[in-house]
């Protein structure tokens, strides 16, 4: 059935093919660089990223080690040593690693730590995709892994037979690691974390060689080596598998996801997994360049965040709560910071991967019940990260669009208590400062730290909520909510024409300065925050004056001198080092804040301007290279801008069922949704002359408005755009073309 399905798929690719010039068949894999932005430091930040080697959503990735044990910066493409090959849960250098362990191939003299082991290697002689990494270290042993979703494969030879060694560091001394000589086994657990777990926390490992170990042993520092005698060249195959519940649960994922496979079956399974699942994007025009940022980015947006559930003995999903140290059964999913990834990678999700989405949001709520709170940073649980309530939004955006995987009445309640309260130890989760924004409209400063980004936030969650409500029939919480959601206006300063903060009195702090970082604001300042009304721009731009006031006050965030004052950070924090850096006034892409507000041109009747600066931004602040994003690249967020910029559309408020047009990059890209239909975007004259929007069909109606709506996605159809280099000042600038806002009900 299944090879007759092929046989007849393969025929029409044959005669698809012959009818136009053939088209050559490419692995989508083959355009990710999983290097892109990995050649980050402390100081400064080209994304943070390390190349993952991984399913997607997988429960471990595994990347090469070049940094020192504890180090948030696992990989970085500027170091020269390897250390192992490690399996790692990190989502951000910032937030590090849990639950790690590495294996590192040692040859010659048996060196276990970390700090003595690591072997020179040069770039040359590595090669990453996203289902796996090999490398030729200057020893001339290669090392190649592959994953699944909770192992790995990892094939090793050596160059002579003398002195082969392979060693397992099991991290931190409240792990443990035992040799099982009679299976030809290392097996232990692993306890690194850096918070965000209970007492009984473990990963539990098993780690299996194909040749029999020689001889094997164990260190203080909870490593152990196995030796081997092969042939040189010969190959040395690993098998490897963990859980977070226990190590009979780690060998049962060992034997369904690893036991007997090769590394060439696993990896392409893995690449089959990632071509599923990037081929819901298909792009075709642009440059070779353009696409490999396209499918990097895609690759990074379908990574976080990770699936911490595991199968049981039937194969139904159970986890290790990280909120209560018990095991459940359903889904659970972690290492996101939703400030971040709101934005734009949970709303691809729910568009393009709803099934994906269908679990989050039934672990937002498991979290809830195990905790008394949703995350809003977790990894694996509830950690002291960013600010908002931004878990509102997810369970919202997903409700809308029509995933309804969870009770309805149970997710206004942890909504609800979400507004309402504010974690005993984390200030983070619930909402901080909820009593003062209760009674006076607003958090107040210096009352409350990064009060006026957490006042911004809180309204426009409190919108979220309002919407829920609503569409559950629940008329006295929206409408308070609704309320509520105005709240941003009680800190618009109209003198400055910028949002400032209030102290508790109701007194404006004084010496406004938009460049100023830190203090009232999180990671920026009011150039960034003042933005930050995703479900009102109208409202927002009736305070500044009108449309014009607004659209002028986006323009010289453009043009502004890109100076800063770095307020009580008190030294240049890197997101300032990268704003400076990337040289566009005081427009911070490198940062969330500000990643929505060039379009908002489009709700001002300006739409050529959001048109003209996503593209520059796509052109001058993106590459696929060790060098590749502008900042943090941050769980997806910064590549879902990428990924939906370049489509021609972003969602600028997340819950409004809206998504506002920019220019597609290329000149054609076809969605595949759920329900078989497929949306295509068609832009045939698209390049960095002709960026402007002359005119455009949806499904051969003529199409003047400035944002699309996702049910016109769902449904299916084709989007068509006529480009042009001039811009059309005509088009979009109707009441009936600007998109959502709640004033304008
Ligand atoms: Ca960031």
Same mark, same amino acid.
């Given at each position: 059935?299944?090879?007759?399905?092929?046989?007849?798929?393969?025929?029409?690719?044959?005669?698809?093919?012959?009818?136009?010039?053939?088209?050559?068949?490419?692995?989508?894999?083959?355009?990710?660089?999983?290097?892109?932005?990995?050649?980050?430091?402390?100081?400064?930040?080209?994304?943070?990223?390390?190349?993952?080697?991984?399913?997607?959503?997988?429960?471990?990735?595994?990347?090469?080690?070049?940094?020192?044990?504890?180090?948030?910066?696992?990989?970085?493409?500027?170091?020269?040593?390897?250390?192992?090959?490690?399996?790692?849960?990190?989502?951000?250098?910032?937030?590090?690693?849990?639950?790690?362990?590495?294996?590192?191939?040692?040859?010659?003299?048996?060196?276990?730590?970390?700090?003595?082991?690591?072997?020179?290697?040069?770039?040359?002689?590595?090669?990453?995709?996203?289902?796996?990494?090999?490398?030729?270290?200057?020893?001339?042993?290669?090392?190649?892994?592959?994953?699944?979703?909770?192992?790995?494969?990892?094939?090793?030879?050596?160059?002579?037979?003398?002195?082969?060694?392979?060693?397992?560091?099991?991290?931190?001394?409240?792990?443990?690691?035992?040799?099982?000589?009679?299976?030809?086994?290392?097996?232990?657990?692993?306890?690194?974390?850096?918070?965000?777990?209970?007492?009984?926390?473990?990963?539990?490992?098993?780690?299996?060689?194909?040749?029999?170990?020689?001889?094997?042993?164990?260190?203080?520092?909870?490593?152990?080596?196995?030796?081997?005698?092969?042939?040189?060249?010969?190959?040395?195959?690993?098998?490897?598998?963990?859980?977070?519940?226990?190590?009979?649960?780690?060998?049962?994922?060992?034997?369904?996801?690893?036991?007997?496979?090769?590394?060439?079956?696993?990896?392409?399974?893995?690449?089959?997994?990632?071509?599923?699942?990037?081929?819901?994007?298909?792009?075709?025009?642009?440059?070779?360049?353009?696409?490999?940022?396209?499918?990097?980015?895609?690759?990074?947006?379908?990574?976080?965040?990770?699936?911490?559930?595991?199968?049981?003995?039937?194969?139904?999903?159970?986890?290790?709560?990280?909120?209560?140290?018990?095991?459940?059964?359903?889904?659970?999913?972690?290492?996101?910071?939703?400030?971040?990834?709101?934005?734009?990678?949970?709303? *691809?999700?729910?568009?393009? =991967? /709803? #099934? +994906?989405? %269908?679990?989050?949001?039934?672990? $937002?709520?498991? !979290? @809830?019940?195990?905790?008394?709170?949703?995350?809003?940073?977790?990894?694996?649980?509830?950690?002291?990260?960013?600010?908002?309530?931004?878990?509102?939004?997810?369970?919202?955006?997903?409700?809308?669009?029509?995933?309804?995987?969870?009770?309805?009445?149970?997710?206004?309640?942890?909504?609800?208590?979400?507004?309402?309260?504010?974690?005993?130890?984390?200030?983070?989760?619930?909402?901080?400062?909820?009593?003062?924004?209760?009674? *006076?409209?607003?958090?107040? =400063? /210096? #009352? +409350?730290? %990064?009060?006026?980004?957490?006042? $911004?936030?809180? !309204? @426009?969650?409190?919108?979220?909520?309002?919407?829920?409500?609503?569409?559950?029939?629940?008329?006295?919480?929206?409408?308070?909510?609704?309320?509520?959601?105005?709240?941003?206006?009680?800190?618009?300063?109209?003198?400055?024409?910028?949002?400032?903060?209030?102290?508790?009195?109701?007194?404006?702090?004084?010496?406004?300065?938009?460049?100023?970082?830190?203090?009232?604001?999180?990671?920026?300042?009011?150039?960034?925050?003042?933005?930050?009304?995703?479900?009102?721009?109208?409202?927002?731009?009736?305070?500044?004056?009108?449309?014009?006031?607004? !659209?002028?006050?986006?323009?010289?965030?453009?043009?502004?001198?890109?100076?800063?004052?770095?307020?009580?950070?008190?030294?240049?924090?890197?997101?300032?080092?990268?704003?400076?850096?990337?040289?566009?006034?005081?427009?911070?892409?490198?940062?969330?804040?500000?990643?929505?507000?060039?379009?908002?041109?489009?709700?001002?009747?300006?739409?050529?301007?959001?048109?003209?600066?996503?593209?520059?931004?796509?052109?001058?602040?993106?590459?696929?290279?060790?060098?590749?994003?502008?900042?943090?690249?941050?769980?997806?967020?910064?590549?879902?801008?990428?990924?939906?910029?370049?489509?021609?559309?972003?969602?600028?408020?997340?819950?409004?069922?809206?998504?506002?047009?920019?220019?597609?990059?290329?000149?054609?890209?076809?969605?595949?949704?759920?329900?078989?239909?497929?949306?295509?975007?068609?832009?045939?004259?698209?390049?960095?002359?002709?960026?402007?929007?002359?005119?455009?069909?949806?499904?051969?109606?003529?199409?003047?408005?400035?944002?699309?709506?996702?049910?016109?996605?769902?449904?299916?159809?084709?989007?068509?755009?006529?480009?042009?280099?001039?811009?059309?000042?005509?088009?979009?600038?109707?009441?009936?073309?600007?998109?959502?806002?709640?004033?304008?009900?």
């Amino acid at each position: 059935m299944k090879r007759t399905l092929i046989a007849i798929v393969s025929l029409c690719f044959l005669l698809v093919s012959c009818g136009k010039k053939p088209v050559l068949r490419v692995s989508l894999t083959e355009h990710v660089n999983p290097l892109m932005g990995t050649a980050s430091v402390f100081e400064f930040s080209y994304g943070n990223t390390y190349p993952a080697v991984a399913v997607p959503w997988g429960m471990s990735f595994w990347s090469p080690q070049t940094g020192e044990n504890g180090s948030g910066w696992m990989y970085s493409y500027k170091d020269t040593l390897i250390r192992g090959f490690r399996q790692t849960h990190q989502p951000s250098p910032w937030i590090n690693d849990y639950g790690t362990f590495s294996i590192m191939p040692v040859y010659g003299e048996l060196k276990m730590s970390d700090k003595e082991r690591g072997v020179s290697f040069s770039h040359v002689n590595e090669m990453a995709t996203p289902e796996a990494y090999r490398v030729k270290l200057d020893n001339e042993v290669t090392a190649a892994l592959t994953a699944t979703s909770r192992g790995m494969v990892m094939e090793v030879t050596y160059p002579a037979a003398e002195g082969q060694y392979i060693v397992i560091d099991a991290y931190r001394k409240d792990g443990s690691v035992t040799v099982d000589r009679e299976n030809n086994r290392i097996c232990g657990v692993t306890r690194y974390n850096n918070g965000g777990v209970p007492e009984n926390f473990g990963n539990y490992f098993v780690v299996e060689f194909d040749k029999p170990m020689v001889e094997a042993g164990t260190d203080e520092q909870v490593c152990a080596y196995a030796q081997f005698d092969l042939k040189p060249g010969e190959t040395l195959t690993i098998r490897a598998a963990s859980s977070f519940i226990s190590p009979e649960q780690a060998q049962r994922n060992f034997d369904r996801e690893v036991k007997g496979r090769t590394y060439a079956e696993v990896v392409t399974e893995t690449r089959q997994r990632w071509n599923e699942m990037l081929g819901r994007i298909q792009v075709e025009g642009g440059t070779d360049e353009q696409r490999k940022v396209f499918y990097s980015c895609l690759y990074r947006t379908l990574l976080f965040p990770r699936e911490f559930h595991e199968p049981d003995a039937e194969g139904n999903p159970v986890y290790y709560s990280p909120y209560d140290g018990q095991v459940h059964e359903g889904y659970m999913y972690t290492d996101n910071g939703f400030w971040d990834t709101f934005r734009a990678v949970h709303p *691809l999700f729910t568009l393009v =991967y /709803p #099934e +994906v989405s %269908e679990r989050v949001v039934q672990s $937002l709520i498991q !979290a @809830y019940e195990e905790s008394g709170f949703m995350p809003e940073w977790a990894s694996p649980g509830h950690r002291g990260c960013m600010i908002g309530n931004n878990s509102i939004s997810l369970l919202t955006d997903a409700w809308m669009k029509g995933i309804r995987t969870v009770d309805p009445d149970k997710a206004l309640q942890a909504m609800l208590n979400q507004t309402e309260a504010r974690h005993p130890h984390i200030a983070s989760v619930g909402r901080d400062g909820y009593a003062y924004y209760d009674q *006076l409209g607003y958090v107040p =400063y /210096p #009352e +409350v730290p %990064e009060a006026t980004a957490k006042t $911004l936030e809180y !309204a @426009y969650a409190d919108w979220c909520v309002a919407r829920f409500a609503e569409s559950i029939g629940k008329r006295e919480v929206s409408e308070a909510y609704y309320q509520r959601a105005q709240n941003y206006r009680n800190l618009y300063e109209p003198e400055q024409g910028f949002v400032w903060a209030k102290d508790a009195h109701g007194k404006w702090r004084e010496h406004f300065d938009a460049t100023e970082w830190g203090g009232p604001f999180t990671e920026g300042c009011s150039w960034h925050w003042t933005w930050s009304v995703f479900h009102d721009p109208e409202g927002l731009s009736s305070l500044m004056g009108g449309h014009e006031a607004m !659209a002028a006050r986006l323009d010289s965030m453009f043009v502004a001198p890109n100076t800063f004052n770095y307020g009580t950070y008190g030294f240049v924090i890197h997101e300032i080092a990268e704003m400076v850096a990337l040289n566009m006034g005081q427009y911070a892409h490198g940062n969330q804040p500000v990643q929505h507000a060039i379009y908002l041109y489009d709700y001002v009747g300006q739409p050529w301007k959001a048109q003209y600066h996503t593209r520059e931004v796509l052109n001058r602040l993106y590459n696929s290279g060790p060098e590749g994003y502008c900042g943090d690249e941050d769980n997806g967020q910064t590549s879902a801008w990428y990924v939906f910029t370049a489509l021609g559309f972003y969602p600028v408020c997340p819950g409004s069922l809206q998504y506002a047009l920019g220019s597609p990059l290329f000149s054609k890209a076809t969605l595949s949704l759920p329900g078989g239909k497929t949306f295509v975007i068609r832009a045939d004259q698209a390049s960095d002359a002709c960026r402007y929007i002359r005119q455009a069909t949806l499904n051969g109606q003529e199409f003047t408005r400035n944002y699309l709506t996702h049910e016109e996605l769902m449904q299916g159809g084709e989007f068509c755009l006529q480009m042009d280099s001039v811009p059309n000042k005509e088009r979009g600038t109707r009441p009936s073309d600007l998109p959502y806002s709640y004033s304008k009900r």
